[in-house]
Structures are given as structure tokens and as C-alpha cells.
């Protein structure tokens, strides 16, 4: 599978972005897709994860309330809207894979996207 995320950029705090993920090279339905972000010298974080079905989506604390995940099985795609954008947010985020149920560990996923950079002005 390969994944390929984009849609980042530079915004002001306050703003919105909204985050894609596109899958090809195979079974899109057979994954639960998860978003992870990364700052400069910081660990790569959990950010939201979505269900095979799209039936479930689990977010973490720091985003909850702010960003939203979704998926379009018809354009093997999943997005992460962001909404109310805060500084702390700048990082380099990456979609993923998962054979599991809303995983949060990293290294519960398989095949990553090569990141797309979203920066945050105050």
C-alpha cells in the first residue's frame, strides 16, 4: 500500500487546514488509517485514527474537539480536518496503515505516508 498525505501548509492560529490521505496499490477497506504528527525534536505523537468501516474514529486529547477524521472509500482518501489551529500544532503529520481496531501505538501501523508539513503562526 502505498499512502501519500498532503494538504499542509502555513496558516495563523485560529485557522483551518484540512489534511489528505491517499491510498493506492491496495485493499483501502481492509485498514483502519491513523494520523500521526511529528514536531522538531519532539517524539512522533498519535493524532486520530479511523475504523476499517469508518463506523469509529478515536482521537487524542490534545485534538479532540478541533480536528475531525473522515474517510471516502470511493477515493481510497481519508482527511483530517483542522479547525482552531494553535501553534502547538506545527509538526509534520503522517497517515498510516493498521490491520488493527482504532490503534494508537505507532507501532501498530505498517506502511506510512512521507508527511506533509503544517506550520502554525501565532
Known amino acids: 500500500v502505498q499512502l501519500q498525505a498532503f494538504g499542509g501548509g502555513l496558516v495563523q492560529a485560529g485557522g483551518s487546514l484540512r489534511l489528505s490521505c491517499a491510498a493506492s496499490g491496495g485493499t483501502f477497506s481492509a485498514y483502519a488509517i491513523g494520523w500521526f504528527r511529528q514536531a522538531p525534536g519532539k517524539e512522533r505523537e498519535f493524532v486520530a485514527v479511523?475504523?476499517?468501516?469508518?463506523?469509529?474514529?478515536f482521537l487524542a486529547d490534545s485534538v479532540r474537539g478541533r480536528f475531525t477524521i473522515s474517510r471516502d472509500s470511493a477515493k481510497n482518501t481519508v482527511y483530517l480536518q483542522m479547525n482552531s489551529l494553535k501553534p502547538e500544532d506545527t509538526a509534520v503529520y503522517y497517515c498510516?496503515?493498521?490491520?488493527?481496531?482504532?490503534?494508537?501505538?505507532?507501532?501498530?501501523?505498517?506502511?506510512w505516508g512521507q508527511g506533509t508539513l503544517v506550520t502554525v503562526s501565532s
Open positions: 498510516a496503515t493498521s490491520s488493527g481496531y482504532l490503534p494508537k501505538v505507532r507501532a501498530e501501523y505498517t506502511y
Open positions: 479511523i475504523s476499517k468501516c469508518a463506523g469509529r474514529t
